[in-house]
């Protein structure tokens, strides 16, 4: 028998659901938390968020403790980055990523002694602003993957906001980061979604979790019960539910319209990591310099979920859990939307919730054939797009009718790719697209 519901949703099984079914491979989920040891060095990237990069505050030779400042910029859209150790600063350096781009490092040798800056301490809160200017300081952005510094996706209008929507679906393969989160953590996950609704004054919550969750769920709705704000949403696993604009649809039967927002719609959401790390945040003052990951794949000896601090190194990591074969291919976050590294030397930084590891048997490239015209990425797109034809209309160079195919609500999530039987390039003909579409956007917004 179905639980009841504290508020008046759809059930899902009222919304049409699309995507897929993707086998969970989840063996971690049941695996407590280790604390990985300290790493030879920490790199911290500049740009660890989406927005403005962060300038270095320290110089080479200086020390830093736990929780200094260490990355910040006066700008609008950036995110502050703090030391996740004691130590010295052994350089300032570029480092390159696989995608081509380029970032300035801080560079620190770990001294072991693990020394908390002085200057940390829980922050004064007493309102929603306060609450804001509070996050500006943590450290802390979108932890889901996509890295929008918090503190400003909380400084908007919340007078048409009913319902901050939690997204604890995690339903990227072998991920269960999110997971232990909310078994390990599930006070400071409701020290912060409480702490938001106190002072935000939205009325309501729905904690979203996928149904092969049922732990989590349990213990989240036992925890909450006696607050008739929170509630907690059963979704089926069903890839990708955890994209913004899909899990709004299936929890409240609202969609967003082109080119707007959730808080559009009336809603805000939240990864759950994120705001477990806004409740911890409040009440130890600690920006954020640790990162629980799952390290997984076939080439990994100890599968297992990691806290790691921001700016380990991933070979370090992999040296940690031990490997059984040569790795053929190293992913930073899930197998749908990851990032497959070049350099073991890459750091892993706080919008990492992942880190796979694959032999050559698991990554043998499928042969690609012509389309077939079977309509499966079609009916497979969880925003109703036509990934094929967008494809098309790439390869041409037809801007117009990438807008008139909506190529710029592409969510990127893999779904076209993993469905098609000729194993034609879509997601990445579709990534290309999209970019291509805004570019256009933006520029015939500056004509006019």
Known sequence: M???????FPPWRSVELRGVRIPHNKATAEMETTLMPLPSQIILPMQQHVGAACEPQVKRRAHVDVGTL?????ARMTADIFSPVSGTVKEIRQIHYSNGWSDVAVVITPDGEQTIDESIAPPTVSDYASLVEAMKHSGIVGLGGAGFPTWLKMNTDLSGIDSLLVNAAECEPYLSSDYREMVERPESVLHGIKTFLDLSGI?????????NKPKAIELLRSMSADDDRIDVFVLPARYPQGASRVILRNVTGRSVPRGGHLTDVGALLFNVTTLSEMGRYLQDGMPLTKRRITVMGDAVRDPQNLEVYIGTPVGEILEFCGLTCEPRKVVIGGPMMGTTQVELDSPIVRQNSGLLVFGAASVEAPKTTACIRCDACIDACPIHLAPINIQKAYLSRDIKALDRLMADLCVECGTCS????????LAQSTRLARAALRAEQRKARRKG
């Open 2 to 8: 179905e639980r009841k519901r504290k508020f008046a």
């Open 418 to 425: 993993y469905v098609c039987p000729a194993k034609q390039p």
């Open 70 to 74: 260490v990355g910040h910029v006066d």
């Open 203 to 211: 009325p309501r919550s729905l904690i979203c979790i996928e149904d």
